[in-house]
């Protein structure tokens, strides 16, 4: 089946740091990837769709200079949180879909980002 | 708007049946997902529905009816493993996906 990395799985930072986070399709090539976010006791929340080489698409509301997101190849997207704050702590979900089937998304394990 | 209700959470004894329901309202329909996620997991596919009519995976069955916005997720002999949020999600026009806020089942022994 689809499987998709993400790493790392969890991350302490201090405020005003910057962290990656990289989201891999590991046997299929993702045209398109998606961040989300999840707060806890609440639902995902997609914060942008990132298309292979060109720029994301951001949710309304989510701030595209604090959350850079790069989809460089086929296989690997990458989102940064800049100047964290501790607001910032979440638990981010990528997510993978394939060109030629786009009934379904293949999630990553997720990121737990702590800033201190 | 684009709406999707489901219930906060729901309570239900080992070994039997339970019933989550989802109502939706979106721009265009592609389709509809359930997803079930542990605390502190990422969400895991459970079924995919787009006409109507009952989908059966094993102990987990998946019923949408298009006209009434509306979907269900059944779960059979219920296990403690069952213990997790479900999340219905629905394909919109743009084939992306609106959740819902998850439903929390509890199985009580």
Redesign the interface.
Known sequence: GAVVSQHPSWVICKSGTSVKIECRSLDFQATTM?WYRQFP??????MA?SNEGSKATYEQGVEKDKFLINHASLTLSTLTVTSAHPEDSS?Y?CSA?EDRD?????????T?LTVT | GQNIDQPTEMTATEGAIVQINCTYQTSGFNGLFWYQQHAGEAPTFLSYNVLDGLEEKGRFSSFLSRSKGYSYLLLKELQMKDSASYLCAVSDSNYQLIWGAGTKLIIKP
């Open positions: 998606f006791k609440q639902s995902l929340m997609l769709t638990f979900i879909r786009f009934h379904e998304q293949y999630f990553g394990p997720g737990r």
